[in-house]
């Protein structure tokens, strides 16, 4: 029987999050070039990062990329809101991998997300959706 070759590589507990986003594409070599405004959608997040759903991966000629050599590397500033009457949650976060969409028609692309700079209150709001939605979750009962 062939063995299993995916390996989970998250350090935190992720839950989902369905939030709008709005994001900028920053250029990795010139901060001042920065791409208009794009929405999408926080389809789940953890302290650590968050999967973007997007429709496009290049807006006003800057690319939602990766690449191994960080000056080559394109940032992107996100802002949505998690927890009505909380102040929005901004970032900056590094593209650490992309693939199309297989599960939803809703958007294009998912795209995932490693904070880079966070606010440390936006820290501690992320960390405690993630606990109360698992903790959420976990008194379900099961079918």
């Given at each position: 029987?062939?063995?299993?070759?995916?390996?989970?590589?998250?350090?935190?507990?992720?839950?989902?999050?369905?939030?709008?986003?709005?994001?900028?594409?920053?250029?990795?070599?010139?901060?001042?070039?920065?791409?208009?405004?794009?929405?999408?959608?926080?389809?789940?997040?953890?302290?650590?990062?968050?999967?973007?759903?997007?429709n496009?991966?290049?807006?006003?000629?800057?690319?939602?990329?990766?690449?191994?050599?960080?000056?080559?590397?394109?940032?992107?500033?996100?802002?949505?809101?998690?927890?009505?009457?909380?102040?929005p949650?901004?970032?900056?976060?590094?593209?650490?991998?992309?693939?199309?969409?297989?599960?939803t028609?809703?958007?294009?692309?998912?795209?995932?997300?490693?904070?880079?700079?966070?606010?440390?209150e936006?820290?501690?709001?992320?960390?405690?959706?993630?606990?109360?939605?698992?903790?959420?979750?976990?008194?379900?009962?099961?079918?």
């Amino acid at each position: 029987m062939p063995k299993n070759t995916w390996e989970e590589k998250r350090k935190y507990p992720r839950a989902e999050a369905k939030r709008q986003a709005k994001y900028r594409i920053i250029h990795g070599q010139d901060a001042d070039k920065v791409s208009s405004t794009v929405r999408g959608w926080v389809i789940n997040i953890s302290r650590g990062g968050l999967l973007l759903g997007v429709n496009e991966l290049v807006t006003d000629s800057l690319h939602i990329s990766y690449n191994d050599e960080i000056e080559l590397q394109n940032w992107l500033a996100i802002e949505f809101d998690l927890l009505p009457g909380i102040p929005p949650i901004q970032i900056i976060g590094k593209v650490v991998w992309y693939q199309r969409s297989v599960s939803t028609t809703d958007y294009e692309y998912d795209v995932g997300i490693e904070f880079k700079d966070i606010r440390e209150e936006d820290q501690e709001t992320i960390i405690n959706f993630v606990n109360r939605t698992k903790n959420l979750s976990s008194q379900k009962p099961k079918t």
